[in-house]
């Protein structure tokens, strides 16, 4: 069975610091992977997704993923956070195109 | 281009009373999907359409659950003699045929049950 583990269920950051976002996945056969954004009483927006082309993947807003098979993760970063960047990312995992399944969530927090 | 359009956005209800849900996903997505969220967890899939045919159920899914999507367009989410665990977000998503692993979602219902 697939599943995703996001490790810090919140993240603290400074403007203008390294964002990362941590997730690790288990899957039996290679995976898709997502990663979205969800701003309060929203949504899910896509940010980003990897389908077994290229292992660093480019999204919207400056977010960007790599996928690194040895390790099973797909960690999300953004070299320097902005204040609208504050929300939950939930990283997700699929099959051939069927259901999502998503981590728990992190809350990412952007101190001025 | 409009995006997935969920309708009520809210709702409270009373326990033991009926509600639906209804979801319209981006024109000409074959692939229509149902999740529900509760407080500090991330989504969790219900059920998902291919057109008309409702191919997978999760075992969230009770029987007091039941989704439709009669014609392939549209999809309604009733629950019947709801109960206060089902207070919960519930998100419809919906794909392009091209392009099934690519979810888009919309805005959510949110139900209260009291």
């Known amino acids: 069975a697939q599943s995703v583990t996001q490790l810090g269920s919140h993240v603290s950051v400074s403007e203008g610091a390294l964002v990362l976002l941590r997730c690790n996945y288990s899957?039996?056969?290679?995976?898709?992977l997502f990663w979205y954004v969800q701003y309060p009483n929203q949504g899910l927006q896509l940010l980003l997704k990897?389908?077994?082309?290229?292992?660093l993947v480019k999204g919207i807003n400056g977010f960007e993923a790599e996928f690194k098979k040895s390790e099973t993760s797909f960690h999300l970063t953004k070299p320097s956070a902005h204040m609208s960047d504050a929300a939950e990312y939930f990283c997700?995992?699929?099959?051939?195109?069927?259901?999502?399944?998503f981590g728990a969530g992190t809350i990412l927090r952007v101190k001025s | 281009d409009t995006g997935v359009s969920q309708d009520p956005r809210h709702k409270i209800t009373k326990r033991g009373q009926n509600v639906t849900f209804r979801c319209d996903p981006i024109?000409?997505?074959?692939?229509l999907y149902w999740y529900r969220q509760t407080l500090g967890q991330g989504p969790e899939f219900l059920t998902y359409?291919?057109?008309?045919?409702?191919?997978?159920k999760s075992r969230l899914l009770s029987d007091r659950f039941s989704a439709e999507r009669p014609k392939g367009s549209f999809s309604t989410l009733e629950i019947q003699r709801t109960e206060q665990g089902d207070s919960a977000m519930y998100l419809c998503a919906s794909s392009f045929y091209r392009d099934t692993d690519t979810q888009y979602f919309g805005p959510g219902t949110r139900l209260t049950v009291l």
């Open positions: 997700a995992v699929s099959q051939y195109g069927n259901k999502l399944v």
């Open positions: 024109s000409e997505h074959n692939r």
């Open positions: 359409f291919q057109n008309e045919a409702q191919l997978e």
């Open positions: 990897y389908t077994s082309a290229a292992t």
């Open positions: 899957s039996s056969v290679p995976p898709f």
